[in-house]
Structures are given as C-alpha cells and as structure tokens.
C-alpha cells in the first residue's frame, strides 16, 4: 500500500521560513512518478501549488509562491521537498503532497499524503 507521509508544518511569523518533507513508502515506485504539492485553507478549494518531474529536473509554481517557495526530490530518499521562504499570512493552509503518473497529469493525482499544516502570523 503506497503511503505519502509529510512533515514539517509548523506556526511560523511572516517572513519566515519552512521546509516541508514528504517521504514516500509501500512499494511505490518513487522516481517514476511526479510529485505535487498542493494547499487547502478553510473556505477555498485545494490548489496545486508546486510540482517537480520524475527527473527533479522540471518544475512548476503557482503565480503566488514563484520566487518563494522551492520545490525538490531525492530520488535515492524516495522524498520530496517543498522549501518555503519568505512566508505570509495567506500561505496559511493544509499543505498535501502528492505523486502523479506524469507532469502533464500534475493536476490528477494518483496518492495523497494526509497533509501537514502550515500556520503564518502577521
């Protein structure tokens, strides 16, 4: 059974930083698959906010996070990272990894992870 955990959500000041994890499991083939992360606040559809090819050598950010948040994966870890800086109160959310057969299907994944909450103060 595929099983996406992540770490590393946590309150935070604005202007802060964070580096979310999540580690992949359960027989996945992990470097075949693009990896997303994605955000949910209370009141507002989930939305793609970053993702990264099977390679780690393409990537994709939403308009919002473009310059402040980075997106990775160690293949040899079977983990992807989404390092978020220059945090603000919007970026307050449920942030969810998830792994997709390809880029261009980025936006229909096919696991999820349960989800790790990202809290910005003004």
């Known amino acids: 059974q595929v099983q996406l955990v992540e770490s590393g959500g946590e309150w935070v000041q604005a202007g802060g930083s964070l580096r979310l994890s999540c580690a992949a499991s359960?027989?996945?083939?992990?470097?075949?698959?693009?990896m997303s992360w994605f955000r949910q606040s209370p009141g507002k559809e989930r939305e793609l906010v970053a993702a990264?090819?099977?390679?780690?050598?393409?990537?994709y950010y939403t308009d919002s996070v473009k310059g402040r948040f980075t997106v990775s994966r160690d293949n040899a870890k079977n983990t992807v990272y989404l390092q978020l800086n220059s945090l603000k109160p919007e970026d307050t959310a449920v942030y969810y990894c998830?792994?997709?057969?390809?880029?261009?299907?980025?936006?229909?994944?096919?696991?999820w992870g349960q989800g790790t909450q990202v809290s910005v103060s003004s």
């Open positions: 990264v090819s099977e390679s780690g050598r393409s990537t």
């Open positions: 359960g027989g996945i083939a992990f470097s075949y698959y693009a």
């Open positions: 998830a792994a997709s057969g390809s880029m261009e299907a980025m936006t229909s994944p096919l696991y």
